[in-house]
């Protein structure tokens, strides 16, 4: 994958402006991922709901073969705006160094009203 951050946009933080993927890739989306464990328990709290989600992506990535490598764009979805830095240390200690392209948002709720921080994801893998 091809990396894209010109110097005419402003430089990202922990996320690149553009990922260009080869031709013939294998492409993976991923619906979003939310801070409940697989026996359906809900995490308590930002930092544990952020870490499970990260959790859940990373095994529908391994069930596909693909890792965090493979991630292409993230979609993240905050319930509070003060979680921000919070969902941010968690997300870094799942990506590491990867940087694909990124969006954060913040909504009023998510689909069920005890959910604080949701994840998306598309992975391609040649």
Same mark, same amino acid.
Do not use: C
């Given at each position: 994958?091809? =990396?894209? %951050?010109?110097?005419?946009?402003?430089?990202?933080?922990?996320?690149?402006? &553009?990922?260009?993927?080869?031709?013939? +890739?294998?492409?993976?989306? =991923?619906?979003?991922?939310?801070?409940?464990? +697989?026996? &359906?328990?809900?995490?308590? *709290?930002?930092?544990?709901? !952020?870490?499970?989600?990260?959790? %859940?992506?990373?095994?529908?990535? +391994?069930?596909? *073969?693909?890792?965090?490598?493979?991630?292409?764009? =993230?979609?993240?979805?905050?319930?509070?705006?003060?979680?921000?830095?919070?969902?941010?240390?968690?997300?870094?200690? $799942?990506?590491?160094? $990867?940087?694909? @392209?990124?969006?954060?948002?913040?909504?009023?709720?998510?689909?069920?009203?005890?959910?604080?921080?949701?994840?998306? @994801?598309? @992975? +391609?893998? !040649?």
């Amino acid at each position: 994958m091809k =990396i894209h %951050n010109p110097s005419s946009v402003h430089p990202g933080g922990t996320y690149s402006h &553009g990922i260009e993927v080869p031709p013939n +890739a294998r492409w993976l989306y =991923i619906s979003g991922q939310v801070g409940v464990d +697989a026996a &359906g328990k809900m995490k308590d *709290g930002v930092e544990a709901q !952020t870490d499970q989600a990260w959790q %859940n992506l990373k095994s529908v990535l +391994a069930a596909a *073969g693909m890792s965090m490598e493979n991630v292409v764009k =993230i979609t993240s979805f905050l319930v509070d705006e003060n979680s921000i830095e919070a969902y941010r240390k968690g997300r870094g200690a $799942h990506m590491g160094e $990867h940087r694909p @392209a990124s969006t954060l948002v913040i909504v009023k709720r998510l689909a069920q009203p005890t959910w604080l921080v949701e994840v998306e @994801a598309v @992975a +391609a893998k !040649t």
